[in-house]
Nanobody, 126 residues
């Protein structure tokens, strides 16, 4: 089993930056795809970004492309989401997710992921 623990959320002003961390623990940290999702009150859980080793690709939602960057530090068993040029519309609870297998074009689908973090609140003020 793999446990994911998120941290780094908080309150920032529009235009600011924030880095979220997702620390993995367990017998091993082995997943083909790591992803970030977010959910605002009353809305669906939406895809933000994903990193796939099987596909050798990084994917981003159009709303965050050019502003957010996801990366992985294998030595620290940690995945990061660097968030720059934050906007009030980025306000949401952010979740880290992991999939054991190559997802192909399904990287955007929350139902495909096997492990989830507890979520961390990100609030962007204007």
């Amino acid at each position: 089993q793999v446990q994911l623990v998120e941290s780094g959320g908080g309150l920032v002003q529009a235009g600011g930056s924030l880095r979220l961390s997702c620390a993995a623990s367990g017998r091993t940290f082995s997943a083909d795809t790591m992803a970030w999702f977010r959910q605002a009150p009353g809305k669906r859980r939406d895809f933000v970004a994903a990193l796939s080793w099987g596909g050798g690709s990084t994917y981003y939602a159009d709303s965050v492309k050019g502003r957010f960057t996801t990366s992985r530090d294998n030595a620290k068993n940690t995945v990061y989401l660097q968030m720059n040029s934050l906007k009030p519309e980025d306000t949401a609870v952010y979740y880290c997710a992991a999939a054991l297998y190559y997802l192909g074009t399904s990287y955007y689908s929350a139902s495909r992921y096997n492990y989830w973090g507890q979520g961390t609140q990100v609030t962007v003020s204007s």
